[in-house]
């Protein structure tokens, strides 16, 4: 009996151990924006995160998350994108497609954005995880089919908010590693260094959204 016991706490225990997630990695840390990595069991892909403080409040960068055509502006390598479907103010689908470099295809994907806040807190989540098939699979794209995708954002006393944003997604297809690399790591900063940017924009500026305290 207590070998039986004994067996079944180290199975436990190693059980534990492997699905223990990796710490993250400093991979960037420039214009005070930090970008970290880390492996993902079984996906030759690391995801991503992203922290740093915004000149913003939480309705103005809502705001420009939920702009889809203006994504445009400040999204890595972003080709084209639209409006799928509004399900409320806080909620829609989208389409979106990514430029990649000759001779790797297209990607695209669906994503799906809800916007949330913790009613003591204030912190807002935005969630964006993809959906593969809502609209066809188009020629000579390859369809991104797994992608999560997280923004929280914590509004400060300094008229400041913080900003965390976590990511990974499965590009399909066979990638080579240069381009992974630059998507992964070059991506995301490139994205906030234009994110900062497109969130001084006089659309923006004074938004107030109905569903948000602040």
């Known amino acids: 009996m207590y070998r039986k016991i004994t067996l079944l706490l180290l199975f436990i225990i190693t059980l534990t151990i492997a699905n223990a997630e990796e710490p993250w990695t400093l991979s960037t840390n420039k214009e005070g924006i ?67 470099p000759w001779p790797v295809h297209n990607r695209d994907f669906i994503a799906h954005i809800k916007v949330t806040q913790d009613p003591t807190t204030k912190v807002v989540t935005v969630d964006a995880p993809c959906l593969p098939d809502m609209i066809p699979v188009k020629e000579d794209i390859v369809r991104i089919e797994h992608s999560v995708g997280k923004w929280v954002i914590t509004p ?29 790591t070059q991506g995301p900063m490139e994205s906030f260094k234009k994110l900062k940017v497109q969130l001084q924009k006089p659309v923006y500026k004074n938004t107030k959204i109905a569903y948000l305290t602040e």
């Open 34 to 100: 930090k970008v970290y990595t880390r492996h993902v069991p079984n996906s030759k892909i690391k995801a991503i995160k992203v922290e740093c403080s915004l000149n913003a409040t939480p309705a103005q960068l809502v705001a420009v998350l939920l702009d889809i055509k203006g994504s445009q502006d400040w999204v890595y390598h972003t080709k084209s994108v639209s409006l799928i479907k509004q399900v409320s103010p806080s909620e829609l689908y989208y389409y979106s497609e990514v430029s990649v």
């Open 156 to 184: 400060s006393d300094n008229g400041q908010i913080k900003v965390e944003y976590t990511l990974h997604v499965d590009a399909g297809g066979s990638v080579p590693a240069w381009l992974l690399n630059m998507f992964i």
